[in-house]
Nanobody, 118 residues
C-alpha cells in the first residue's frame, strides 16, 4: 500500500509563489506518472501538471509558463513550484501516483489548500 502526503499549501497574495511537495511512502514499481490535480469549489478536478518516471512532463493549459513540476525517483517525491499565482489558482491541490506498466494502480493524497487572495 502506498500513501501520499502533501505539504506546502497556504495563503498567498496574487503574483506570489508557493511550492507544494508530495512524498510517496511504500514500494513503487514500474513506469508511473506522478502529478498534481486541483479542484475548486463547484468545479471538476483538473490536471495541473504531471511527470512520468522517465521525466517527461505535461501541464494543464492555464498553468503553462507559471508552474514547474519536478520529481526525484530515488526519494519518491514530486514537487510543484507555482509562480505568478492568480486568484483563479485557488483550489485544493491533490497529489496523484498512477501506475502505467506493468502494474496499474492509482493513489491520491489527502489534498492541500492553496488560496490566492489579497
Amino acid at each position: 500500500q502506498v500513501q501520499l502526503v502533501e505539504s506546502g499549501g497556504g495563503l498567498v497574495q496574487p503574483g506570489g509563489s508557493l511550492r507544494l511537495s508530495c512524498v510517496a511512502s511504500g514500494s513503487i514499481s514500474g513506469a508511473n506518472l506522478m502529478g498534481w490535480y486541483r479542484q475548486a469549489p463547484g468545479k471538476q478536478r483538473e490536471l495541473v501538471a504531471a511527470v512520468l518516471s522517465s521525466g517527461v512532463t505535461n501541464y494543464g493549459g492555464t498553468v503553462k509558463g507559471r508552474f514547474t513540476i519536478s520529481r526525484d525517483n530515488a526519494k519518491n517525491t514530486v514537487d510543484l513550484q507555482m509562480n505568478s499565482l492568480k486568484p483563479e489558482d485557488t483550489a485544493v491541490y491533490y497529489c496523484n501516483l498512477r501506475g502505467l506498466w506493468p502494474n496499474g494502480y492509482d493513489y491520491w493524497g489527502q489534498g492541500t489548500q492553496v488560496t490566492v487572495s489579497s
